[in-house]
Nanobody, 126 residues
Framework: QLQLVQSGGGLVQPGGSLELSCTTS????????ILWFRQAPGKEHEGISC????????NYADSVKGRFTISRDNAENTVYLQMNSLKPEDTGIYYC???????????????????WGQGTQVTVSS
């Protein structure tokens, strides 16, 4: 079973940057579409970005477009979420999730992502 391990996160001031990582040691992530989603206090899960297994297609929620960048390094078996210009409303627990689909050229944030990371806290506050 695929186990995703996250790193990164923490406390940052508004306008600052953080990078989250998502990796696995037992399998290759090459065949998996990856989603980053978050849960803010008292709110529903929000899909924020996904990347196709081929890496050629990405999608972003309007709330993070232009500030966040998702990428993958298949040689390192890792997917990254670079978060810039962070705002207090970006505060929440961030999760990576994976699903294995036959289509490698697109990603859809509303797919049923089967495997989840452990979550990591991001707090944006002065």
């Amino acid at each position: 079973q695929l186990q995703l391990v996250q790193s990164g996160g923490g406390l940052v001031q508004p306008g600052g940057s953080l990078e989250l990582s998502c990796t696995t040691s037992r399998f290759t992530l090459d065949d998996y579409t990856i989603l980053w989603f978050r849960q803010a206090p008292g709110k529903e899960h929000e899909g924020i970005s996904c990347i196709s297994s081929g890496g050629g297609s990405t999608n972003y929620a309007d709330s993070v477009k232009g500030r966040f960048t998702i990428s993958r390094d298949n040689a390192e078996n890792t997917v990254y979420l670079q978060m810039n210009s962070l705002k207090p409303e970006d505060t929440g627990i961030y999760y990576c999730a994976a699903v294995r689909v036959a289509v490698q050229s697109i990603c859809v944030m509303t797919w049923g992502y089967t495997y989840w990371g452990q979550g990591t806290q991001v707090t944006v506050s002065s």
